[in-house]
């Protein structure tokens, strides 16, 4: 079955570090780039950050630059969202999402179900 | 930098009904370079459509993406009940690298 399944949200406190993980399954997951878009409660979605097939190219939304880290482990089939000095505006559903191409980002054609993280003091 | 606005922001239909979502670009998009997405709450967003018109796999054929340029449509010929669901447009052209419209959510009247 083809799909991704995101983990690893939880609730933490301001300035804290949080590690989101995302498994593929049903696909060859080394062929893909790879993205995080989040979801804040009851808003619309926001592009987090890519990374490309080969995980040479990592790009962040400014929101994030600086705090955030994607990275892959093609091993293990796994995508990685490392999330450092956490914000309250960084609460939201992290979905991880499939990019059908190698090229520039794209369109998402797989998403995860998400994982909520909620920064809360 | 390219800015997508959605309209309306909420729209009241009957199944049966024709629905029409507009996604609005603040500058003109190079290479049609628009998705739309379909989300139910508690769920994932779905790709409907890429590159302004293309459907995505499965997706039935009364959903139909248009417009280039800075005016996008997605039009849904006949609604159905499973429909009903908030709907956002996205722009993957470049700059900046991926951004969303705020959507539109299609409720039942």
């Known amino acids: 079955q083809v799909q991704l399944v995101e983990s690893g949200g939880g609730v933490v406190q301001p300035g804290t570090s949080l590690r989101l993980s995302c498994e593929a399954s049903?696909?060859?997951?080394?062929?893909?780039?790879l993205h995080w878009v989040r979801q804040a409660p009851g808003q619309g979605l926001e592009w987090v950050a890519v990374?490309?097939?080969?995980?040479?190219?990592?790009i962040y939304s400014d929101s994030v630059k600086g705090r955030f880290t994607i990275s892959r482990d093609d091993f293990k089939n796994t995508l990685f969202l490392q999330m450092n000095s956490l914000k309250s505006e960084d609460t939201a559903v992290y979905y991880c999402?499939?990019?059908?191409?190698?090229?520039?980002?794209?369109?998402?054609?797989?998403w995860g179900r998400g994982t909520l993280v909620s920064v809360s003091s | 930098e390219v800015v997508l606005t959605q309209s309306p922001g909420t729209l009241s239909l009957s199944p049966g009904e024709r629905a029409t979502l507009s996604c609005r670009a603040s500058?003109?998009?190079?290479?049609?370079?628009l998705a739309w997405y379909q989300q139910k709450p508690g769920q994932a967003p779905r790709l409907l459509i890429y590159?302004?018109?293309s459907r995505a796999t499965g997706i039935p054929d009364r959903f139909r993406g248009s417009g280039s340029g800075t005016d996008f449509t997605l039009t849904i010929s006949r609604l159905e009940p499973e429909d009903f669901a908030v709907y956002y447009c996205?722009?993957?052209?470049?700059?900046?690298?991926?951004?969303f419209g705020q959507g539109t959510r299609l409720e039942i009247k």
């Open positions: 999402a499939r990019d059908p191409f190698r090229g520039a980002p794209d369109y998402f054609d797989l």
């Open positions: 590159g302004a018109s």
């Open positions: 990374i490309s097939f080969d995980g040479n190219i990592k």
């Open positions: 996205q722009y993957y052209g470049g700059s900046p690298l991926i951004t």
């Open positions: 049903g696909f060859t997951f080394s062929s893909y780039p």
């Open positions: 500058q003109s998009v190079a290479g049609s370079y």
